[in-house]
T-cell receptor
Framework: DAGITQSPRYKITETGRQVTLMCHQT?????MFWYRQDLGHGLRLIYY???????DKGEVPDGYVVSRSKTENFPLTLESATRSQTSVYFC????????????FGPGTRLTVT | QKEVEQNSGPLSVPEGAIASLNCTYS??????FFWYRQYSGKSPELIMSIYSNGDKEDGRFTAQLNKASQYVSLLIRDSQPSDSATYLCAVNIEDKIIFGKGTRLHILP
């Protein structure tokens, strides 16, 4: 029972590099979400997806790209990483029932130097 | 801008006492409300969901919702040291969830 997994768990990258964070869920949930969590800001929604090939912007989408070619995967790409993107990134999924009860992955701690 | 507001704390409560966590939200049409618990360095986990006015109890936890006042709260009875964590209030708005910044709860042994 893998649930929802994220990889890598920790990543250090340099400013200007492209980096992709992976998210995989085994529940066949239709909805998937990407959040970042920073001190003083709480959890902020970056992008979300209601189904394969359907994505939409959240509160802080600038500098990020997502895709969802398969229901179970929802990768997040930082096209040209900046220091302000240093954060903990959480992926979550939901079956859309119960008003969007969400289940979170373990998180990826990303440091941009 | 839809908002969910929480007192950041820390809220210090003696072991065995009742911890009371509060949350207000700005969107009058919200229908679903959640409390998540997050331990330091871990991901959020759902504690309670509540959808209608009144109280909902689950073990030591009680969620209270007042839609007219746009207010949702979480009571933790018989607080234990293991309850020390950050508690996130979350509100369903359209097909998204908006989270508050969380209240840090510290249970004093």
């Amino acid at each position: 029972d893998a649930g929802i997994t994220q990889s890598p768990r920790y990543k250090i990258t340099e400013t200007g590099r492209q980096v992709t964070l992976m998210c995989h869920q085994t529940w066949s949930h239709s909805y998937m979400f990407w959040y970042r969590q920073d001190l003083g800001h709480g959890l902020r929604l970056i992008y979300y997806s209601a189904a394969a090939d359907i994505t939409d912007k959240g509160e802080v989408p600038d500098g990020y790209v997502v895709s969802r070619s398969k229901t179970e995967n929802f990768p997040l790409t930082l096209e040209s990483a900046t220091r302000s993107q240093t954060s903990v990134y959480f992926c979550a999924s939901s079956d859309g029932q119960g008003g969007q009860v969400q289940y979170f992955g373990p998180g990826t701690r990303l440091t941009v130097t | 801008q839809k908002e969910v507001e929480q007192n950041s704390g820390p809220l210090s409560v003696p072991e065995g006492a009742i911890a009371s966590l509060n949350c207000t939200y700005s969107d009058r049409v919200s229908q679903s409300f959640f409390w998540y618990r997050q331990y330091s360095g871990k991901s959020p986990e759902l504690i309670m969901s509540i959808y209608s006015n009144g109280d909902k109890e689950d073990g030591r936890f009680t969620a209270q919702l007042n839609k007219a006042s746009q207010y949702v709260s979480l009571l933790i009875r018989d607080s234990q040291p293991s309850d020390s964590a950050t508690y996130l209030c979350a509100v369903n708005i359209e097909d998204k969830i908006i989270f508050g910044k969380g209240t840090r709860l510290h249970i004093l042994p």
